[in-house]
């Protein structure tokens, strides 16, 4: 048995495929385009019977349909994405590109794969569009969560094209009753995650005593969600989640901005004492806020809780772990802050 992941070289894809591997034992074909924040390194370890990587894109549907005639696989997870808002203010034409085109690129395929399967395989064929929380747009603070039936009102050009994706994969099933699952999550964390992101990236600034720049007061709210327990529910919704139907994942776990990088600054205080500063948490430098930025997000899971998914790491414990892979993989951090990333922020990209 082989599934179709895309994306699978980047923070949540390299996640999923190694628990995917270690839990499940399938097989794997993982077609990623390998931009600034794909790292084939990832998922070096695998065994050649387990992983195939494909260096490919999802807008070329070509090669889309040849993978899934070669591989035949019983299901698509579909996580390729450009996911940075901040560069999707900057330049959203790349996003317009891969979320959408590449998303109806792929329903396109699958559609045509599907329709040439046996019935037995047809019923047990799953295409699982793996989106964002932020398609719903921001709450006030005494708002209660988003839920699957919450309206999408986006406000980022990188929200945008994700909606825009989950409208397609939700009228694909309608209009051709392709069997896609939709996944909407909350902010994830973890290993493998590009310094882009603002854990990864107050991790590292403070570890070198670097300024620890926050978007305004730093109080916008995030559920946040280990990976590895959204790799597990990503298993969940594809064994167990019903066709046309959304499942939204989150950590039970809302922090805001300042929150998040004052735990980070105590935490490596604790494990590596500061040398030019007395608490890094002084290293804080409050920045002009970006345009349209979501004031909280929050997630109702009680849907895929009923199906048996329920986070297992609570976000200090996540934390912690998580900081303490970033100590223990600094030769992964260097070696990915360089190139493309690089440029860009001396282009003037902010992070």
């Known amino acids: 048995m082989t599934i179709l992941v895309t994306g699978g070289c980047g923070f949540i894809g390299t996640n999923f495929i190694l628990d995917w591997v270690r839990e499940v034992g399938e097989r794997v074909v993982n077609l990623d385009r390998l931009t600034y924040a794909g790292n084939r390194d990832n998922l070096s370890g695998l065994p050649e019977e387990s992983y195939l990587l494909v260096e490919g894109d999802v807008c070329d549907g070509p090669l889309v349909s040849r993978l899934l005639s070669e591989h035949s696989p019983r299901a698509v997870v579909h996580l390729a994405a450009e996911s940075h808002v901040d ?15 590449g998303t109806f690129t792929m329903l396109e395929a699958a559609r045509d794969f599907h329709q040439g399967l046996t019935e037995a395989r047809k019923g047990a064929f799953r295409f699982l569009h793996v989106s964002t929380d932020e398609v719903y747009g921001s709450l006030g603070p005494s708002e209660p969560p988003f839920t699957e ?8 050009p990188y929200s945008a094209s994700k909606a825009a994706g ?14 896609v699952v ?9 290993p493998y995650q590009f310094p882009e992101k603002l854990i990864p990236l107050m991790i590292q600034n403070a570890l070198e005593e670097k300024p620890l720049p926050v978007y305004g007061d730093g109080l916008q709210v995030r559920d946040w969600l280990h990976v590895s327990d959204h790799a597990r529910a ?4 594809l064994e167990k989640g019903i066709p046309g139907e959304t499942y939204n994942i989150g950590g039970n776990s809302e922090r805001n901005n300042m929150q998040v990088v004052g735990r980070c600054c105590s935490i490596l205080d604790r494990l590596i004492p500061p040398k030019g500063v007395k608490e890094r948490v002084s290293l ?6 970006r345009p349209g930025h979501d004031r909280r997000y929050a997630i109702d899971a009680g849907k895929i809780k009923a199906l048996g998914f329920t986070p297992s790491l609570g976000f200090e414990e996540g934390l912690l772990r998580t900081i303490e892979w970033y ?7 260097k070696d990915v802050l360089s190139g493309d990333y690089m440029q860009w922020k001396r282009e003037g990209g902010t992070v």
């Open 166 to 179: 989950d409208h397609l994969a939700r009228a694909w099933h309608k209009t051709y009753g392709l069997p």
């Open 87 to 101: 560069r999707s203010i900057t330049g959203p034409a790349e996003f317009i590109r891969t979320n959408v085109l």
């Open 327 to 333: 100590l223990d993989n600094q030769k992964w951090v």
């Open 149 to 156: 039936g919450s309206p999408k009102e986006p406000n980022s």
């Open 182 to 190: 939709v996944t909407n999550c909350s902010n994830n964390y973890g």
């Open 284 to 289: 804080i430098s409050h920045v002009t806020d």
């Open 234 to 237: 990503l298993r969940v919704a």
